[in-house]
């Protein structure tokens, strides 16, 4: 019998356990039947294949500058806006408080002010640098 082991970042738990009635918790998993030390791409359980990242930061994950469970911030000070979203493999970005996976910076930033918007410039890694500087380090090599 096959044993699923899940391990999570204690920020993840804390948050888990904060988390409002209402509000929508996205958990992406990816199951790889490789050896555990594998480096092999997800699976995509369903079909029994590699994920292959699409659309506008396919480049960015397959190149390495983003991973798959990435979070990305941004904050608006002067609208008092902030908000996070997850990298997904399949180069999406799922917005804390909303449904359904973005296929591009823009978009994911759009649902969160409500208004057209540069979202290459406007999401941060975890180290601050904006999407649109991960792009160019592309450019330059």
Sequence with gaps: MPIVSLHFDSSFLAKLAAAAPDETIHITLSIDTASPLSTSPPQDSAAGQAVAPQGPLAELLLQGLLQPGDVLSFQQRRAGRQATATVTAEGRLIVEGHPTPYT?????????????????????TADGRTLDALRNELQQD
């Design 104 to 124: 591009s910076p823009s978009k994911a930033a759009i649902a969160v002010t409500g208004s057209p918007i540069n979202g290459w410039t406007l999401w941060r």
